[in-house]
């Protein structure tokens, strides 16, 4: 059984940062990509980052670019969304999953329950 758990979310202001964490538990999953997705009100999932298994590929949506960074740790089976310079527009609730290479969340198997961030002006 896969169970990723997300936390870390929370309220911030705009221009402040957070950094969102997410718990992977699982028994053998072979070497596996992790992403970062998200998705506001009213709005379909979008890619945020992704990693791969050797922690040195990343790659981000356009919109975060510069001011978010996705990291992970292999020996604590975590993985981490640092996100500063936040905007109004990066509110949304965050997930992580499991998968392959890719910004598609159809590429994706096992998902966490999301966690909430809030940006106020």
């Known amino acids: ?6 936390s ?4 911030v202001q705009a221009g402040g ?5 997410c718990e992977i538990s699982e028994r053998t999953l072979g070497t596996y990509a992790m992403g970062w997705f998200r ?3 009213g709005k379909e999932r979008e890619f945020v980052a992704a990693i791969g298994w050797s922690a040195e ?3 981000y ?3 975060v670019k510069g001011r978010f960074i996705i990291s992970r740790v292999h020996a604590k089976k975590m993985a981490y969304l640092q996100m500063n310079s936040l905007k109004l527009e990066d509110t949304a609730v965050y997930y ?6 890719s910004s598609k969340w159809s590429d994706y198997d096992y998902w966490g329950h999301g966690t909430q961030v809030t940006v106020s002006s």
């Open 61 to 63: 949506t356009d919109s």
């Open 8 to 11: 870390g979310g929370g309220l």
């Open 1 to 6: 059984q896969v169970q990723l758990v997300e």
């Open 39 to 41: 998705q506001a009100p």
């Open 17 to 21: 940062s957070l950094t969102l964490s």
């Open 96 to 101: 992580c999953a499991v998968g392959r290479w």
């Open 57 to 59: 590929s990343t790659f």
